[in-house]
């Protein structure tokens, strides 16, 4: 994951992400797999990317208030990059999922667990620095990342919701590709 961090704000927010000082922080998401795909398309790194998400996990103040602070503290924090951030509490998503996807979502026991409900299973990654080392946190792997190919999250079926998403990446993204599909019987098979 060393070509996400050729976007200079993502840099940038890998090494400002301590100095927030948010439990289980993690830079995840579009800022992340869109650099990667920019790259492979020959563009600039950070091409098209409307905003850059951190996820982090606090169990402690579950509030959209608090949420809602901590995201313009930030924002004020990296407001030299000139970028929007969008900074989540996977801590509270049980308790406005129900509501926004019409279906119920046990509550998240680490950060993590958001990058697992990503509705593409290629984009779920994260990146966090740990004692000086980069962490990266890619559930499904990187590869189908690299190759461009979209393929639904196995854990979470939303599929509208993953049209759109497909749909909007192709739009930006011509050369991205859903996987083959699985293939069929013959109507007729030999006897």
Known sequence: MQDALRNPCNQALLDGLADLHLPDAWLVGGCLFQTVWNLLDRRPPGTGIRDYDIFYFDPEDL??????????????????????????????????????????????????????????????????????????????????????????????????LYEHKVRDYQARWRWLSRPDPEPRAAAFPDS
């Open 63 to 160: 509030s959209d208030r608090s949420e809602q602070a901590v995201n313009q503290q930030a924002q004020t924090f990296f407001s030299s990059l000139g970028v929007q951030l969008d900074v989540r509490n996977q801590a509270r998503v049980h308790t406005w999922y129900p509501a926004y996807f019409g279906r119920p979502c046990p509550p998240l026991q680490n950060a993590c667990e958001g990058v697992d409900r990503f509705l593409v299973g290629s984009t779920s990654v994260g990146l966090r620095r740990e004692a000086g080392q980069i962490q990266v946190y890619a559930p499904y792997g990187l590869d189908d990342m690299y190759r461009g190919i979209l393929s639904p999250n196995p854990r979470v079926d939303h599929g509208p």
